[in-house]
């Protein structure tokens, strides 16, 4: 192999790990995004389980008070 030919494969490897390297910063941002986008859910659905168990406790809370008040009547 001349020096000539080890030159244009070490350009050619060059470029092809750049590419790699290029492709792999792309995937790792688009899961970063993907990733990001899946915790605001998760948050958004923590907050409306929140509010649901906080609904049902309250109705659960008047229900039996309504109940209490009933038996001294």
Do not use: P
Not at 19 to 34: G, M, P
């Amino acid at each position: 192999m001349t020096f000539d030919e080890r030159l244009e494969f070490l350009t050619q490897s060059t470029e092809s790990l750049h590419a790699s390297c290029q492709e792999l910063h792309a995937a790792v941002a688009r899961q970063a995004e993907e990733s990001a986008r899946q915790a605001a859910e998760s948050l958004r659905q923590d907050e409306r389980l929140r509010k649901q168990h906080k609904a049902v406790l309250l109705a659960m809370q008047t229900y039996l008070k309504e109940m209490g008040d009933g038996d001294g009547e």
